[in-house]
Antibody
Framework: EVQLVESGGGLVQPGGSLKLSCAAS????????IHWIRQAPTKGLEWVAS????????YSRDSVKGRFTISRDNTKSTLYVQMDSLRSEDTATYYC??????????WGQGVMVTVSS | EIVLTQSPTTITASPGEKVTITCRAS?????VYWYQQKPGASPKPWIY???KLASGVPNRFSGSGSGTSYSLTINTMETEDAATYYC?????????FGGGTQLELK
């Protein structure tokens, strides 16, 4: 059974940093593009960043470029996102998701990040 | 950035009723993808490549469209279909979602 479990969320002050993790199991992690997607409270979905199977290529939306760094450790089947210079508008539930022909296929349960003083 | 605009934002339907949700793109896209999300749960893939049903999706759902106009249709609304539906495009980065359509049961 495919499982994605996010962790590392919490309350952080504006300008602060946080590192989220997404532990994967039930599939060959190193074969898949993986994404971070976020959802602000009561709002819609927003793609944040993606990483290739090897980790050699990464993509992110403009609003997080230079602040968020996506990475992966295929030996640990774990995805990360290092979030620096956090802003109030980064407050959201963050999901990791696998990529397949279905699009964003399997999703984790999400982890909440709150940026507030 | 390709903007996806869904309409209506909210729709209320009775069991057995036909429901159609529209997704319009600001530029032509090749395919649209749809996701279903219920309160407190993560989204699920629902329709891919515009018209193909993801695994386990009932065949009362269908998808269609091309270019800048796409739709998701439920032939006969059932209680379990109450949820928020999002369209999404892979044609160009940033990958974008529509604002969502909340489908409520009457």
């Amino acid at each position: 059974e495919v499982q994605l479990v996010e962790s590392g969320g919490g309350l952080v002050q504006p300008g602060g940093s946080l590192k989220l993790s997404c532990a994967a199991s039930g599939f060959t992690f190193s074969n898949y593009v993986i994404h971070w997607i976020r959802q602000a409270p009561t709002k819609g979905l927003e793609w944040v960043a993606s990483i290739s199977p090897s980790g050699g290529s990464t993509y992110s939306r403009d609003s997080v470029k230079g602040r968020f760094t996506i990475s992966r450790d295929n030996t640990k089947s774990t995805l990360y996102v290092q979030m620096d210079s956090l802003r109030s508008e980064d407050t959201a539930t963050y999901y990791c998701s696998t990529h397949s022909s279905y699009g964003f296929d399997y999703w984790g349960q999400g982890v909440m990040v709150t940026v507030s003083s | 950035e390709i903007v996806l605009t869904q309409s209506p934002t909210t729709i209320t339907a009775s069991p057995g009723e036909k429901v159609t949700i529209t997704c319009r793109a600001s530029s032509s896209i090749n395919y649209v993808y749809w996701y279903q999300q219920k309160p407190g749960a993560s989204p699920k893939p629902w329709i891919y490549d515009t018209s193909k049903l993801a695994s386990g999706v009932p065949n009362r759902f269908s998808g269609s469209g091309s270019g800048t106009s796409y739709s998701l249709t439920i032939n006969t609304m059932e209680t379990e279909d109450a949820a928020t539906y999002y369209c999404q495009q892979w044609s160009s980065t940033p990958w974008t979602f529509g604002g969502g359509t909340q489908l409520e049961l009457k």
